[in-house]
């Protein structure tokens, strides 16, 4: 079975979670709360399991992504939503991964996404792809996507395997 990490899955990002425990993916979800983590990975406790580690400890996220892969094997697909504030937990992933995997780390708005890739070293057999959460406008009236928009826009992402994908209206497109 493949194997898929989604890093902030139990958050605005389940529903692209069970999507892929429902193509055949084993899915392997990073959250801090256990009782919220629950409520998404008793929906399908064969294929979604959780790691409950905080993304910003760089070593403890290292050593909790060791157990999963004993268990799953590597990871063929990474889907990343990880706040600003803890830059070296994507690096982290990325180190971890043998190679072959796509990786698809999701952006914020305000974020630029050139600048985001151009931050990171990417291992040359990891296919690097960004998703960016844009807004919505609804009867002249902008707002924010709503969770099942974030999530099929990732699971649209991953279908048309782009290398760049807007969800919604971006505002100063970079790429
Ligand atoms: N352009 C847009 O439309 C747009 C863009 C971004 C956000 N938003 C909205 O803004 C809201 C808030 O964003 P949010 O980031 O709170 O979204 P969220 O996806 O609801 O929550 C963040 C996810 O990351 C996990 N997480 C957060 N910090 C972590 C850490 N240090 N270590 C491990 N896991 C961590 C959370 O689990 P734990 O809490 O269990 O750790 C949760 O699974 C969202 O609900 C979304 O609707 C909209």
């Known amino acids: 079975m493949k194997h898929a990490l989604?890093?902030?899955?139990?958050?605005?990002?389940?529903?692209?979670?069970l999507w892929l425990a429902e193509i055949g993916y084993h899915v392997s979800i990073i959250g801090r709360d256990a009782k919220k983590m629950s409520r998404l990975t008793k929906r399908l406790p064969d294929r979604l399991s959780a790691i409950l580690v905080d993304y910003r400890d760089d070593l403890r996220l290292k050593e909790a992504l060791r157990r999963p892969m004993a268990i799953h094997g590597d990871f063929d697909l990474v889907v990343?939503?990880?706040?600003?504030?803890a830059t070296d937990a994507l690096p982290c992933?990325?180190?971890v991964l043998r190679g072959?995997?796509?990786?698809?780390?999701?952006?914020?708005?305000r974020s630029n996404?050139?600048?985001?890739?151009?931050?990171?070293?990417?291992?040359?057999?990891?296919?690097?792809?960004?998703?960016?959460?844009?807004y919505q406008?609804?009867?002249?009236?902008?707002?924010?996507?709503?969770?099942?928009?974030?999530?099929?826009?990732?699971?649209?992402?991953?279908?048309?395997?782009?290398?760049?994908h807007a969800v919604g209206m971006i505002?100063?497109?970079?790429?």
């Open 6 to 17: 989604v890093i902030g899955g139990s958050g605005m990002l389940a529903g692209a979670a």
């Open 80 to 85: 990343a939503w990880i706040h600003s504030d």
């Open 93 to 95: 992933v990325l180190s």
């Open 100 to 109: 072959g995997t796509d990786v698809f780390h999701v952006l914020g708005s």
């Open 113 to 134: 996404s050139s600048d985001v890739r151009n931050g990171l070293t990417i291992p040359e057999d990891v296919r690097y792809h960004q998703v960016q959460l844009g």
């Open 137 to 164: 406008v609804v009867k002249g009236q902008r707002r924010w996507l709503t969770h099942e928009e974030i999530a099929r826009g990732v699971v649209e992402a991953i279908q048309g395997n782009k290398t760049y």
């Open 171 to 175: 505002e100063n497109e970079s790429v």
